[in-house]
Structure formats: structure tokens, C-alpha cells
């Protein structure tokens, strides 16, 4: 007898139910028709039992496909909040998330500034540091130069600058230059804008061209801590133009090094607007250009007078105290310092001292400004120990004031040689008093290389002379004096006066310039 039967074999995924299985056969035949399972009655049990499972593989299978599904759902969930999520290291923020970020930090900086006094207003649009941490890294390094929050906010676009990448390059260069560290503070407050400057594109060039107009390398770091501004200057602007200007009026070219160096600020004047205007005005007071170039050689400062603000006042000043016009040039040639000072208060105080010691008059202290410009500097009190002196000379008030307004320099004078000049003239040349009020410019002469030889000369051949006629000459018109018999009267000089032609003596310098002095090359 054969009995069929079913067998299923489950797996997560699938079913196999085989048929038909190797059939149970009994070994003992003669017993086939006795012997017989009584299956009919069991069959629908075992049908049920096959069926039910069948659903049950089933359910499982079904069980696991919702279960596979379920965490696919949920695998694909993460995945998209992952691509969707700002926090996640795998995203990639939107514009408007980053722009929100910066606009955040930049809050926080502004939030940080505002607390240790410094006003952000002008810092919009400007990079910033992303963190507080950074911008209080900045703000230290700079309190450290020296640095206030006052000068911070006078130019806080300092702040833009970085520490490593700005800050240490610029001041590692300037200090291999010479520029003393003591320096940094008062450097950094006239130029802060060279912490924004690159060593090599920037500052370097503008050194080398310093260099080629014969600043010496030691002078170079006194030069940018006298005019740290010319660190900014493009090398074919206002610098080429300034200095082949004034090589054009008769600056010498191998002074131009000394002028730069003891005036940098001459490379950032524009020609048209301040230095062609500042010569003119000298020349049509009657200085010769040549003049006003070798005025520029030995004060190169007195090119930042303001014309407007200050030199054209003063030259009406003189004006005002009986200084006569065709005199202002050899004023101002003498002492161009007069142009450049708070004048009329020096002359009100002078003119009223000198009025009130020796009744100098109002036109007389007029021409003592003409021969000695330089006495609207003096001190009162050194004034008055001259004006005892005499007094104690055995000068009266009459001739000391007559003195005075030939011979301002008496005012100036060293008393300690102006007593032994005194003490010769007494013992030695036994003269009156009146030859020194005629000419009190004795007192200006050296005593032991001048006075003492041309006395005993004239002495020894008996002439009789004026003080004049003894003194104002040179070495050279003297001894060809000593060859007269008689003196004439054309002979008998006048009290010394300033000669401009000294100020146009030739210089030996063989450089030319082909500088066209046009009005249009310069505005």
C-alpha cells in the first residue's frame, strides 16, 4: 500500500511543497489486502493540517515582506532626512542658510565690538572674521602696538585686517627696514592703511625708488617715520612729478637726496596746487627762481607753508609794520621762517617791548625787521641784558636806540665776546664812542681774526680810518686797501646789508634737466 503524503520546506521568502514523496511500501505483500491505513478518516485532518500550513507559511512570508518593506520605509526616511537636513555632515547648506550664518556671526561681531566701545557702522561689507574669538585676536594684537579704542574707531576698517596674513608681514618688513618699534604706535595712527598693504606688490617698490633718489639706506626708516604716508604713493604719480619739478627750478640733483630725506612730504605734493604756486609767489616778491631753489636746499620745509593759509597773511603783516615792499624779498630770503609762523602776534609783542625799552618808533622797528628778520624770534629777556650792556658801555638811550636800528644783530650777539671786543676797542684802539654808534656792526666782527690784524696793519702804516672803512670788506679788497696813501671818499663803505646774489651763486652741477615748465603738465 502507498501512502502519499506532503512535505513543505518554508524559507523566508518562498515555499516548496513536494507532491509526491518516496512512498512507504510494506515488506510483508500477503498482507496488502488486510492491512490497510485507515487514511480516509484521517485525510481531511491532514489536508487541514497541509492547509493550515500553507497559510501559515504564508502569513510568515507575508509577515516578512510588510517587515522588509517597514524598514526599507524607514532606511529611505533617514536617507532623506539626511540629504534634507542642515545639521548633517553629508548636506550641503542653501544660499539662504548660509547667508542667515554670516549674517549671525557677523552679529555677534558687531554685538562683541560695540561692548569694548568700537562703532561697526563703517565695517559693512567688509570681511570679517566668522568668530568673536578671531576679532578679539585682532583687537588685542593691535592694544599691544599700542593702539587705542579711539584710534580703532578713527579707521575700523583696520579691523578687516588679518593678524598672520596682514599685520606681521607688513611690521616684520618695516622693522628689518630700521623703523624703530617705538615708532609702531604713532605710525600705525598717521597710516594705518599699510596693515592692508603687500610687502611685495606695495611696499617694496616704493623703497627702492627712495633708494634711487639717493636716500641713503640708513635714512630710509627715519624717512617713513618722519612721512609713513609715502608707503601709499603710486611711484608714477605725484612723487616723479614733485621731485622733476624741482630739479626743472634749479634744485640740484645731488641734493635732492638731503631735501627728501629731511622733507619726505615733498612726494606728496601735487606740483599745480601747491608747489609751483608756493615759487611763483616767491619770485614775484623778488626772489630769483635760482633763489627759491637754493631756499629749498637749505629748508626744504618751507614748502609746506600754506600759501593761502599762512604765507600770503604774514607777507601782509610785514606789510602792516612799516616793512617796506622792495625789502620783503630780502626778508624772506634771510629768514624764510617768517613766512611759515604765527607772525603778527610775534611783531605786536616785539614792536611793544622795543618801544617801551628804547622808544624805537614804529618805522624804525620797521627796518630793524629788514636787516635782522630773525628778531621777531628773540626772548625778551636775553633782549633787554643786551640793552644793558650798552647802557652800561656809556651809551645813552638816544644812541643805544640809534644802535639798535642800524645794528639789530646787537640784540643776538654773544655778551661774553661783545665785552672783550669792547674791552680792545677801549684799550687798544682808544677810539670814541661815536665811532661805535656810527657803526655798531663792529660788535659782529671776530676779534682775534679780523679786528686785531687789520688794526695793528692799519696802525703800523698810519692811516686814520673809519671802523667802516676798516671792516666791511673782505679778506682781499682789505689788502688792497693797504696799498692806498690816502682814503677816498667813495671807499667809506655803508653798514653791511644782506646781498641776494648769494643766494644764486653758481653750483657746480654738471646734471641737466630737460623738464619743460608747462602750465598744462601740472594740475
Request: glycine share 6%.
Amino acid at each position: 500500500m502507498k501512502i502519499r503524503s506532503y512535505a513543505g520546506i518554508t524559507k523566508p521568502s518562498f515555499l516548496l511543497v513536494h507532491p509526491e514523496l518516496p512512498a512507504l511500501t510494506s515488506r510483508n505483500p500477503q498482507f496488502t489486502s488486510i492491512f490497510t491505513l485507515r487514511i480516509p478518516c484521517n485525510r481531511e485532518k491532514l489536508i487541514g493540517m497541509i492547509t493550515r500550513s500553507q497559510y501559515s507559511v504564508a502569513d510568515r512570508r507575508l509577515a516578512t515582506r510588510y517587515g522588509d518593506s517597514s524598514v526599507s520605509n524607514k532606511n529611505t526616511n533617514r536617507l532623506g532626512r539626511r540629504q534634507g537636513g542642515s545639521s548633517s555632515l553629508y548636506s550641503r547648506p542653501s544660499l539662504l542658510d548660509m547667508k542667515n550664518d554670516r549674517m549671525e556671526n557677523r552679529a555677534r561681531v558687531y554685538e562683541f565690538l560695540r561692548g569694548i566701545g568700537i562703532v561697526p557702522d563703517e565695517l559693512d561689507g567688509l570681511e570679517l572674521p566668522v568668530t568673536v574669538e578671531v576679532m578679539r585676536e585682532r583687537v588685542d594684537f593691535l592694544h599691544k602696538l599700542g593702539l587705542t579704542i579711539e584710534d580703532l574707531n578713527n579707521y575700523p576698517l583696520v579691523l578687516g585686517c588679518s593678524v598672520k596674513k596682514n599685520m606681521i608681514p607688513v611690521l616684520d618688513y618695516l622693522g628689518k627696514l630700521g623703523v624703530r618699534k617705538s615708532t609702531f604706535t604713532e605710525f600705525l595712527r598717521r597710516y594705518p592703511q599699510v596693515l592692508h598693504a603687500s610687502v611685495v606688490i606695495d611696499l617694496s617698490p616704493v623703497v627702492k625708488y627712495l633708494q634711487g633718489m639717493d636716500i641713503k639706506p640708513d635714512d630710509i626708516p627715519r624717512v617713513l617715520e618722519r612721512y609713513p604716508e609715502v608707503l601709499g604713493f603710486k611711484l608714477e604719480g605725484t612723487m616723479s612729478t614733485s621731485v622733476a619739478y624741482l630739479v626743472g627750478i634749479g634744485v640740484a640733483r645731488r641734493e635732492i637726496g638731503g631735501v627728501l630725506t629731511r622733507y619726505p612730504e615733498i612726494l606728496g605734493m601735487r606740483v599745480g596746487r601747491v608747489i609751483k604756486p608756493f615759487v611763483e609767489y616767491l619770485e614775484d616778491l623778488g626772489i630769483p627762481r635760482l633763489g627759491v631753489a637754493r631756499l629749498i636746499e637749505k629748508g626744504p620745509h618751507i614748502l609746506g607753508f600754506g600759501l593761502e593759509e599762512r604765507v600770503k597773511p604774514n607777507v601782509q603783516s610785514l606789510l602792516e609794520f612799516c616793512v617796506r615792499k622792495e625789502s620783503l624779498a630780502s626778508v624772506v630770503a634771510q629768514y624764510p621762517e617768517i613766512i611759515g609762523i604765527d607772525l603778527k602776534p610775534k611783531l605786536l609783542s616785539q614792536q611793544s617791548s622795543l618801544k617801551s625799552v628804547i622808544d624805537l618808533s614804529p618805522e624804525e622797528f620797521g627796518r630793524v625787521v629788514e636787516k635782522m628778520p630773525q628778531v621777531v624770534s628773540l626772548s625778551d629777556r636775553p633782549m633787554m641784558k643786551h640793552v644793558d650792556f650798552l647802557k652800561n658801555c656809556g651809551f645813552s638811550l638816544e644812541q643805544v636806540r640809534k644802535m639798535v636800528a642800524g645794528c639789530p644783530q646787537l640784540l643776538a650777539l654773544n655778551l661774553d665776546i661783545m665785552k672783550l671786543s669792547f674791552e680792545f676797542f677801549q684799550t687798544e684802539m682808544q677810539r670814541p664812542l661815536d665811532d661805535l654808534v656810527d657803526f655798531p656792526a663792529f660788535f659782529t666782527y671776530g676779534l682775534e681774526s679780523t679786528i686785531k690784524p687789520r688794526h695793528k696793519m692799519v696802525s703800523k702804516k698810519g692811516l686814520k680810518c673809519s671802523l667802516g672803512w676798516l671792516l666791511n670788506c673782505s679778506d682781499e679788497k682789505f689788502a688792497q686797501r693797504m696799498d692806498y696813501d690816502t682814503i677816498e671818499m667813495e671807499e667809506m663803505e655803508l653798514l653791511p646789508s644782506f646781498d641776494m646774489n648769494t643766494l644764486t651763486e653758481p653750483k657746480n652741477d654738471d646734471s641737466g634737466s630737460d623738464y619743460d615748465d608747462s602750465d598744462d603738465d601740472y594740475v
